[in-house]
């Protein structure tokens, strides 16, 4: 996974599939890059940089002004640790501050949690930190919109935009197509985004949002690449699909897809993990 800086977590060998072997990284049309950095491309406006990733402030289709705004990163970027297979964290007190960026790139200001909201690395590698500041707060204090989650599956071929806040950095592309189960260590998520090999993204990258150029919408969170063509191993994720097959995409990178974080929270931004089409994994009890 595009790790934070420091990790000292180590890897765990998945078995029984079958490996398909090792695919030759996928083709780049020759004007994909022409295509990513249209008059689509967004901004810095909105994202944010933690102390070992990056992230952005999310507003969800319920979302008011006078709600607290949700920063959306990857379950692997808590400063408590990454989580383990099948947890999940829900509520969790915490205290930590976000560099909100200007559409420049520029340091805005800080912004601060002091609860995380929902966090998992299990079927997908997300966190949401609930911060003690609304919408309207961020936006009358430093005139910065929040960007919106869309609400439906990202499609395959539309160019997209993975935005750093750490680096300060964009990296432009498509979605390739969708992994089935993607593997990596101890972890399986699902239904993740293959990017096309124009988004070569690194260290730091993770949690950073990933904006459908056309609508300018997040459609997924950024959170890894197969570093060494390995197998399945931390840092080297594997593609499985519905029969086992295992195929390995050297240097590939993917993230995971958020729509579905939507029917998870309802007013007042709160959690509700029992609403009727809420899919996130939830507490083991």
């Known amino acids: 996974?595009?790790?934070?800086?420091?990790?000292?977590?180590?890897?765990?060998?998945?078995?029984a599939a079958a490996l398909t072997g090792i695919a030759?990284?996928?083709?780049?049309?020759?004007?994909?890059?022409?295509?990513?950095?249209?008059?689509?491309?967004?901004?810095?406006?909105?994202?944010?940089?933690?102390?070992?990733?990056?992230?952005?402030?999310?507003?969800?289709?319920?979302?008011?002004?006078?709600?607290?705004?949700?920063?959306?990163?990857?379950?692997?970027?808590?400063?408590?640790?990454?989580?383990?297979?099948?947890?999940?964290?829900?509520?969790?007190?915490?205290?930590?501050?976000?560099?909100?960026?200007?559409?420049?790139?520029?340091?805005?200001?800080?912004?601060?949690?002091?609860k995380?909201?929902?966090?998992?690395?299990?079927?997908?590698?997300?966190?949401?930190?609930?911060?003690?500041?609304?919408y309207k707060e961020i936006k009358k204090k430093y005139g910065i919109d929040a960007l919106t989650l869309d609400a439906r599956h990202p499609r395959q071929g539309r160019d997209i935009t993975v935005v750093s806040g750490y680096?300060?950095?964009?990296?432009?592309?498509?979605?390739?197509?969708?992994?089935y189960r993607l593997k990596e260590a101890d972890w399986t998520w699902k239904d993740s985004i293959r990017y096309t090999m124009a988004c070569q993204t690194k260290g730091g990258t993770s949690g950073s949002p990933v904006i459908d150029n056309r609508t300018g919408k997040v459609v997924g969170v950024n959170n890894t690449h197969n570093e060494d063509g390995e197998r399945c191993t931390l840092n080297n994720p594997c593609e499985v699909d519905k029969s086992g097959n295992v195929t390995v995409r050297y240097l590939n990178a993917y993230g995971q897809q958020t729509y579905l974080i939507n029917s998870c929270f309802g007013r007042g931004n709160q959690l509700n993990l029992d609403a009727r089409r809420c899919a996130l994994p939830e507490p083991k009890k």
């Open 1 to 15: 996974m595009r790790k934070p800086l420091v990790s000292t977590l180590a890897a765990a060998l998945f078995g």
């Open 24 to 114: 030759a990284a996928p083709a780049v049309a020759a004007d994909s890059g022409q295509t990513a950095a249209h008059r689509g491309t967004p901004s810095f406006e909105g994202t944010v940089a933690l102390s070992n990733c990056s992230g952005s402030v999310v507003k969800l289709k319920h979302s008011r002004a006078s709600d607290p705004a949700l920063v959306l990163s990857n379950g692997h970027c808590l400063q408590e640790g990454m989580p383990g297979a099948g947890e999940v964290v829900v509520d969790k007190k915490t205290s930590r501050d976000f560099t909100l960026l200007n559409a420049d790139g520029s340091d805005a200001g800080k912004i601060h949690s002091d």
């Open 116 to 134: 995380i909201a929902y966090a998992t690395m299990t079927d997908t590698d997300i966190s949401l930190y609930e911060t003690t500041s609304t």
């Open 167 to 179: 680096w300060k950095e964009k990296f432009g592309c498509a979605v390739d197509g969708f992994a």
